[in-house]
Each structure stands twice: as structure tokens, then as C-alpha cells.
């Protein structure tokens, strides 16, 4: 009886020790990067948003199957982690829940970057441009109806109710501050495409060389396009007192909710290029600069992708080098 006793002692003390070493070998993360799409594969080819990303970061680390998540979690030896989390909001954020409900990683000091590329109006940002965001805003969330169905020049757009903590989110300012002050001089590069395309437009902003900037991200499902829908971008970001939108793109509102719901809103920023103006030149319609003609194209995509990771790389190297820092906030300026 006395050696069956001390047998269930010592299958518990191990069970314990078990447990206690499981739970002490959480993965830690540092820095998060999501992109939302990759083109073929993670390098060696034509890179879509992650695979500079991936190629400055993870080609040692290791890979992780997460289920319910796009792609594979990576995660290298210093604690920066990164994936494909999926185009559109259902998709990216759906992966992003899934990253964060595994149990084996600790995301409780993570500073989380979503990053990728979109569009711009020539009035705020230029081709392969970079800016930080200040604001993320859904562009669906609300009530539209058809134009002609209302007086001429009223709005066509009202927000619905019971939204207001998910249509809109402003970034912590102190990171967002931060960001930008360790990134702003980046060298960024050009396209001679991407030179010709800017000169197309009258406005000043447009027709700049790319820059570092700070502004509000726009999340929406729909490719809006033209000038007409510009407008009506504006007019949601000015109901919700959100600033002045710099960046159409897909995603960052979805994300970032659901970073926001696990407790991280202080930590999440986000990190767009511009490849396109969001509307054509005043010679050419909306339809025309959605469908271009051969020698037309903006030309800002590898560019834009590439001078994104260049900003992004430079914050998390800093981020990471000065890790004691950060760990706890972020610094004070």
C-alpha cells in the first residue's frame, strides 16, 4: 500500500512539473507583422506584401500550424513573429483570432504591426508613399442609398447604431508619435513608371517623391474608386471626427478589433504603402484609371511594398534592440 502511495505522489509531482514546464515554455512575442497577401511563394520570386518581411526576419525561424489561421505563424529567436493573415475583413480576421486564442504563444507584451499596401488621394499621399496611421475606420458599417433617390448634394451615407466602438479606432499617439519620429527620414525609393504616372495630376501632394507620413487608414471590402466616392470617404471620417484618410485598403479595422478585444488596442499600429491614387487624373475617367491602358499603370507596387518594409523594418529593429524599453509601454519621447 505504501509503495502504490508514494507512486500516485510521484505521478503527481511529475503531472505538476509538467504542467508548470508548459506553461513556462509559452513562445514570447515581441513584435507582430500581418500582411494580408503574399504572390507565389515567401521568397526568391516576385514579392507581394510579407516576403521582405520574411526575407529580413523569419528565413531560420521557426514555423508554426496554427488552425483557423491562413498561413503559418513564424517566429524567430528574438521574439519577432509574422504570417499572411488573408485578404478582406473576414479573412484576416479570422486568422488574427486564431493567432491569438492559441495557447502556445504569449502575446501579453506583443507590439502588433498590420501592414500592406493600398490606395491614396492625390490630394494627401503619392505612389509608394509610407504612412502610419493615427485612425482606422470601416467604411461599410452604416446605411447607404442610391444616388437621385435624395436632393441633390445630400449625403448618401448614414452610420447605424451599436457600431461606435467597431467602425473606428484611434491609435495609441504615443506609438503612433514614436513611429514616426524613428522612421520619417527612411530613404525610400522610386519608379520612373511611378513618375510619369504622379505628373498626371495637377495637385501638389500627388506629384511629390515618395514620403513618410502619419494619417488615417480606411477599411473597407469595396474597391471604391473615383472621386465621387473619395468624397464620401471623407465625409464618414470627418462624422467620426477620424481625421483625414491618407489610405483605402482592406483589413485594418477588422484586425485590429480583434487585437483590441484581447486586450492589446495600446499596442497595435498600422503600416500602409500607397500603389495607386484612388481615383484617375482629371483627362481620364473612373473606369479608365481602374482599367488602365499598357503605359498607364501607377508602377507602385514593388516599390511601395518595398519602401513599407524598409519604415517597418527600421521600427522593429529598434523596437527589438531596446527591448527593455519597450516591454512595459512605450517610451516617452
Known amino acids: ?7 500516485v505522489v510521484a505521478l503527481a509531482t511529475l503531472l505538476c512539473g509538467v504542467s508548470s514546464a508548459s506553461a513556462q515554455e509559452k513562445v514570447k512575442i515581441r513584435v507582430f507583422i500581418g500582411a494580408q497577401f503574399e504572390i507565389g511563394d515567401y521568397t526568391g520570386d516576385r514579392a507581394g506584401e510579407f516576403q521582405h518581411w520574411y526575407e529580413r526576419y523569419f528565413t531560420e ?13 513564424f517566429v524567430n529567436k528574438d521574439g519577432v513573429a509574422g504570417s499572411v493573415l488573408g485578404m478582406g475583413k ?66 448618401l451615407f448614414s452610420p447605424r447604431k451599436g457600431y461606435e466602438d467597431v467602425r473606428v479606432l484611434k491609435i495609441n499617439p504615443a506609438l503612433v508619435a514614436k513611429a514616426f519620429e524613428l522612421t520619417k527620414d527612411t530613404p525610400l525609393d522610386d519608379s520612373e513608371q511611378s513618375k510619369k504616372y504622379r505628373q498626371k495630376y495637377p495637385q501638389k501632394t500627388a506629384q511629390r517623391s515618395p514620403f513618410v507620413g502619419v494619417g488615417t487608414s480606411l477599411c473597407s471590402d469595396t474597391f471604391f474608386h473615383g472621386p465621387g466616392l473619395s468624397r464620401e470617404a471623407q465625409y464618414i471620417c470627418d462624422l467620426y471626427g477620424a481625421g483625414t484618410y491618407s489610405i483605402t485598403e482592406m483589413e485594418g479595422m477588422a484586425v485590429a478589433y480583434v487585437i483590441k478585444k484581447f486586450g492589446h488596442a495600446d499596442r497595435v499600429i498600422s503600416l500602409r504603402t500607397p500603389v495607386n491614387f484612388d481615383q484617375g487624373n482629371p483627362n481620364e475617367s473612373t473606369l479608365e484609371h481602374l482599367d488602365p491602358a499598357p503605359g498607364n499603370y501607377p508602377g507602385g507596387f514593388s516599390t511601395g511594398i518595398h519602401n513599407a518594409a524598409k519604415v517597418g523594418i527600421r521600427f522593429v529593429d529598434h523596437v527589438v534592440a531596446h527591448w527593455n524599453d519597450w516591454k512595459n509601454g512605450v517610451p516617452q519621447m
Do not use: N, Q
Not at 525561424?61 to 505563424?73: N, R
Not at 509608394?128 to 437621385?148: E, K, Q
Open 90 to 155: 473576414v479573412r484576416s480576421s479570422s486568422s488574427m483570432t486564431a493567432l491569438l486564442a492559441d495557447p502556445r504563444f504569449d502575446f501579453s507584451e506583443t507590439y502588433f504591426i498590420i501592414t500592406g499596401c493600398g490606395g491614396t488621394p492625390p490630394s494627401v499621399g503619392t505612389v509608394a508613399s509610407v504612412f502610419w496611421s493615427d485612425w482606422l475606420v470601416d467604411y461599410d458599417l452604416g446605411h447607404r442609398w442610391a444616388y437621385g433617390e435624395v436632393p441633390a448634394g445630400d449625403p
Open 61 to 73: 525561424a521557426k514555423a508554426f500550424e496554427v488552425a483557423g489561421a491562413e498561413k503559418a505563424l
Open 1 to 7: 500500500m505504501k509503495r502504490v502511495i508514494l507512486c
